[in-house]
């Protein structure tokens, strides 16, 4: 029979970590710990990357927020809007197309719609990391209290 091994992951810090992007930082998780924490992506720290792999059951690397992810967002985002002034801007910008500017910037004229993108971003990334979470056999407290509740 399998134990439980409870530990405290701050949410935030995950989340944080999850939507780094920063590609000269991999961020992992201390299963034993909670804690998370970044190893620089230089060639120089091949020890502390090799203890790492060697103790892969205890630390679990973070994958990276990626250009992918944030063109998915800002598609499924477009699909939904229904002026087709801001549309064609968005759509432009996604493209590449000049001239362009950031989405961000372009929606911060458009407040209601800069809040529905944000609100989108934010379920996304919490989805991607709960599904992150489930993969990897990690689960909230709440995931855990539901499932008492439902046995």
Do not use: C
């Amino acid at each position: 029979m399998a134990t439980i091994h409870s530990v405290e992951i701050s949410w935030e810090d995950l989340l944080g970590a999850f939507t780094s992007g920063q590609p000269d930082k991999a961020y992992y998780l201390d299963r034993l710990t909670g804690e998370i924490f970044f190893v620089p992506s230089t060639s120089e720290n091949s020890e502390v990357r090799q203890q790492l792999q060697n103790n892969g059951e205890r630390f679990l690397e973070i994958p990276p927020f990626d250009y992918r992810s944030e063109r998915q967002i800002v598609s499924e985002f477009v699909a939904q809007i229904s002026d087709p002034e801001l549309r064609s801007l968005l759509h432009t910008s996604l493209a590449g197309r000049k001239p362009y500017g950031k989405i961000e910037d372009i929606l911060s004229f458009y407040p209601h719609e800069e809040e529905r993108f944000a609100l989108l971003k934010d379920r996304f990334l919490s989805d991607r990391l709960k599904t992150w979470m489930e993969e990897n056999n990690l689960f909230t407290a709440n995931t855990l209290l539901q499932d008492m509740k439902h046995a």
